[in-house]
């Protein structure tokens, strides 16, 4: 079965200064999507942004980047400029390309909180 | 605008109740989902669906049930045998398909058990 660990519960960041988030993910599986989302304390989930397995280019979405590393199953997120509503929780998520009882489920790890400082 | 709606945001009751809480989507999605998350576990599959009449048990489904009799709706029931039932509830939609298509979230609601 696949796994998601985000080893870092909680983390720290200057305003306008550079984060990065951890998330690591066990599978045997070589076509997959992964996702990171923010929980902002509204606790509303919003997708921040998708990597494909198959596409060796990082996704970037403005201020936000990953560095996905294959073949050591590593998936950070980078935070470019922190700014104050960036504060939240954020989960890396991994969804299998392949069915699972007629449909795709998602694979969530327990989150890092992200707090940043003024 | 299209969206997934959760009611209520706040819920209460006593202990030996069944509750039901309430899920509805307007993006014609195919696949709904349901989840708990506990501070410190992360979002934990109580059930989803894929289709209208059918359903299949996620990782946490004893003490739950589900029903899917429209497309649009899909209410979980933390019944009484839910032996900690008080816990922040997602539901979620997506598209089918093998693209990459992310999950989009209700804003929750909070169950509280006393």
């Known amino acids: 079965a696949q796994t998601v660990t985000q080893s870092q519960p909680e983390m720290s960041v200057q305003e306008a200064e550079t984060v990065t988030l951890s998330c690591t993910y066990d599978?045997?599986?070589?076509?997959?999507?992964l996702f990171w989302y923010k929980q902002p304390p509204s606790r509303q989930m919003i997708l921040v942004i998708r990597q494909e397995a198959y596409k060796q280019q990082n996704a970037t979405e403005n201020r936000f980047s990953v560095n996905f590393q294959k073949a050591a199953k590593s998936f950070s997120l980078k935070i470019s400029d922190s700014q104050l509503g960036d504060a939240a929780m954020y989960f890396c998520a991994y969804r299998s390309a392949r069915r699972t009882s007629g449909t795709y489920k998602y694979i969530f790890g327990t989150g890092t909180r992200l707090k940043v400082l003024a | 605008d299209g969206g997934i709606t959760q009611s209520p945001k706040y819920l209460f009751r006593k202990e030996g109740q069944n509750v039901t809480l309430s899920c509805e989507q307007n993006l014609n999605h195919d696949a709904m989902y349901w989840y708990r998350q506990d501070p410190g576990q992360g979002l934990r599959l109580i059930y989803y669906s894929q289709i209208v009449n059918d359903f299949q048990k996620g990782d946490i489904a004893e003490g739950y049930s589900v029903s899917r009799e429209k497309k649009e709706s899909f209410p979980l029931t933390v019944t009484s045998a839910q032996k900690n039932p008080t816990a922040f509830y997602l539901c979620?939609?997506?598209?089918?398909?093998?693209?990459?298509?992310?999950?989009?979230f209700g804003p929750g609601t909070r169950l509280t058990v006393t």
């Open positions: 979620a939609s997506s598209m089918s398909g093998r693209a990459p298509y992310e999950q989009y």
């Open positions: 599978t045997s599986e070589s076509d997959y999507y």
